[in-house]
């Protein structure tokens, strides 16, 4: 690291002063360079050749590092969940059967146990079902949650409040493929999210798993997933129905006569009449989605709801360890229930969406005791084939909201980017060629949690794979996005928006002198060693520099000035860090057309330019015919010097 730097700083001061003969030149030469028919050959080429012409594209995301210092002060390495001081579980459920521990046996010697259902009146309200004695296990049939006391030989106790995943057999023989349409894709739907975790948080915080999802299952991930509001409810209600919370009937419970949430017209519902088994499974439970601001469910709104058992749990959590639930970690009671879902219907159709909030909604870093556990969940599912029929979706509500991190302007842009992906098994690739190829060219186009909804509706009916219609909010992600698309069309107000503004800047700024010299520099720099084949490249003409900032209502965005987070507040001051600025310029000798994209650190006023930001917009055909059997990477950098026009 040092290395480089002394290095850099020595090419640092040659530079400077390169840059200074360069400018030099390049202002009295501007101008008088090309002869004007070229020119206008040249816009005529312009015209041709660029596809992405800055009018349209109607997003273009801020490029965030990952590790971004003004980001990285808040992350903290935190150590993992010990459960070890817990008594060791005597009882654990695994699919629907709860069964006393052998080693456990041997310990306390024989162990009589009950079991009681804990049955579901309503999201607040748990009744005792029947209560059953055993001195082996218990099958979980009317409810997945059971509160077992158990006394061991010399009156030891031990009480715990257990979840499974009850056999229902009405659900199971109901629930099958073959009523599924067949317009539909046929596949389970696996949604499992964390609360407040933005795309670059994922990887920074769950390095293990989106190594193994993107490596080893070939996830793809929505760079420019953007929220349309703040919140975890402004999140999941339009992923689940396709509307926002205003749009829906009112269930806010501190207002009379208002509904519960039954009556949105939630996915599932829709999963549930095609034959899926349906699950949704939310913890802390003094939060729900559904149930802090809004009213909550009165009739249980899927097969399985986890809800139950995290209402139960509430009394107990002072009982055991930090985050544990008993002798294991509480998130890995919802990471083992996915799981058990998945056994329990193996071969029905599933539709299931969990979501864990205890480790993240609060807390920076402390996700991270998460990333072994849900590695090794994506590993289970994958080895056990379920990821074969199962379009994989991880995703979360929104970034980070806490106070410090949002006070950088980088914070803010992650709030509005959180993590989303999907992952569809191999064979999907080819089979739904189209629908794939479209999602994968959707990636760096503006989606939102609307476009969820509709690519959840279409996986029960595909239908539109071609190009997408701008005039709908909400687009399918299987067909095509237009890269037009901007934040109006996506329904975005403007302090959501993180896309950047385009800001025109006269070639006659200082700063454009700075940004072409780097350019020039960066190309004649990557193609040293062949400067013996190569021209030095020099600036021709500069055709345009756009500055690229974050709008004015992100940067003021301070808070929601309603409880309903309905309403925005505008009072923010922040310091901007960096700006981004793109030019496309003409280099001779060749005419050759390239765009590229700058940051200008403010901070020790630095220009950064990576060559994988350069891109070469007219073809280079024979120029670069000295090098491009050898070094075809130097292609579009290369002017061959024995060219002759
Ligand atoms: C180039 O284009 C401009 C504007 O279209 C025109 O006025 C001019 O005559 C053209 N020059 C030549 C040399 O064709
Ligand atoms: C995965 O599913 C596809 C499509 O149903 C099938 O052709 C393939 O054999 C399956 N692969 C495995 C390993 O089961």
Redesign the pocket.
């Known amino acids: 690291m040092h290395m480089y730097n002394i290095m850099h700083l020595r090419r640092a001061f040659i530079f400077i002063f390169f840059i200074f003969i360069l400018g030099f030149i390049f202002l009295i030469t501007r101008d008088s360079f090309l002869p004007e028919e070229d020119r206008n050959l040249t816009l005529k080429k312009i015209n041709t050749f660029i596809k992405l012409d800055k009018k349209n594209v109607g997003c273009v995301q801020p490029k965030l590092s990952v590790f971004a210092p003004e980001i990285m002060k808040f992350v903290k390495h935190v150590p993992n969940i010990d459960c070890s001081k817990s008594k060791q579980d005597w009882v654990k459920c695994r699919e629907s059967v709860c069964k006393i521990q052998k080693s456990v046996k041997q310990l306390y010697g024989p162990i009589k146990c009950t079991f009681t259902d804990i049955i579901r009146v309503d999201d607040f309200k748990l009744e005792d079902g029947q209560t059953v004695s055993s001195d082996d296990s218990y099958t979980l049939i009317k409810s997945d949650v059971v509160k077992v006391s158990c006394v061991g030989s010399s009156r030891e106790k031990w009480s715990a409040t257990l979840m499974g995943i009850r056999k229902d057999k009405l659900i199971q023989e109901t629930s099958n493929w073959d009523e599924v349409s067949d317009n539909a894709l046929k596949m389970n739907v696996l949604m499992f999210g964390f609360d407040s975790i933005s795309r670059n948080s994922f990887q920074r915080k769950l390095p293990k798993s989106y190594d193994y999802l993107m490596n080893d299952l070939e996830g793809v991930v929505l760079q420019g997933y953007n929220i349309i509001g703040d919140g975890t409810p402004q999140a999941l209600i339009p992923i689940l129905t396709g509307k926002t919370e205003l749009e829906l009937p009112d269930t806010r419970k501190r207002m009379k006569n208002s509904e519960f949430v039954n009556s949105y017209p939630f996915v599932w519902n829709d999963y549930k009449d095609a034959g899926y088994v349906t699950g949704f499974f939310e913890d802390v439970a003094e939060l729900g989605t559904f149930t802090y601001r809004l009213n909550g469910f009165k009739e249980t709104p899927v097969d399985h709801y986890m809800r139950t058992y995290y209402v139960a749990a509430l009394k107990e959590r002072n009982k055991w360890p930090k985050l544990c639930a008993g002798d294991i970690p509480r998130h890995k009671v919802m990471l083992n229930a996915i799981k058990d879902f998945y056994s329990v219907y193996k071969s029905n159709p599933k539709f299931l969406f969990g979501f864990h909030g205890e480790l993240s909604h609060d807390d920076y870093n402390l996700v991270q005791v998460a990333d072994q556990d849900l590695t090794e969940l994506l590993k289970s599912l994958k080895e056990s084939?379920a990821l074969?029929?199962t379009i994989l979706i991880l995703m979360a509500d929104h970034g980070h909201r806490f106070a410090e991190i949002r006070n950088t302007i980088q914070g803010k842009q992650e709030e509005r980017l959180p993590f989303f992906s999907f992952t569809f098994?191999?064979?999907?690739k080819e089979?739904h060629k189209t629908a794939y190829n479209n999602f994968v060219s959707n990636v760096d186009k503006l989606s939102t949690p609307l476009d969820i909804y509709e690519t959840l509706k279409s996986i029960l009916n595909l239908k539109n794979t071609g190009i997408a219609d701008l005039s709908h909010r909400s687009i399918s992600l299987f067909s095509k996005i237009p890269a037009e698309r901007n934040c109006a069309d996506a329904y975005i107000e403007p302090h959501w928006c993180a896309c950047l503004e385009w800001e025109k800047v006269s070639v006659s700024e200082p700063i454009v002198e700075r940004l072409s010299a780097v350019f020039v520099k960066t190309l004649n720099d990557y193609t040293y060693d062949h400067a013996n084949v190569c021209e030095r490249l020099a600036i021709a003409d500069i055709l345009w520099v756009t500055k690229l900032k974050p709008n004015e209502k992100l940067v003021t965005f301070k808070k929601n000035a309603d409880r309903d987070g309905f309403v925005g507040e505008f009072s923010a001051k922040m310091d901007i860090k960096f700006d981004m600025y793109q030019i496309k310029v003409m280099l001779k000798p060749g005419n050759s057309l390239f765009e590229a994209s700058f940051t200008h650190h403010k901070a020790d006023d630095r220009i950064d330019l990576k060559l994988s930001d350069v891109s070469r917009i007219n073809m280079y055909g024979r120029q670069a015919r000295c090098i491009e059997d050898d070094f075809p990477n130097l292609r579009k950098y290369c002017y061959c010097k024995d060219d002759i026009p």
């Open positions: 084939n074969n029929n098994p191999k064979w999907f089979h």
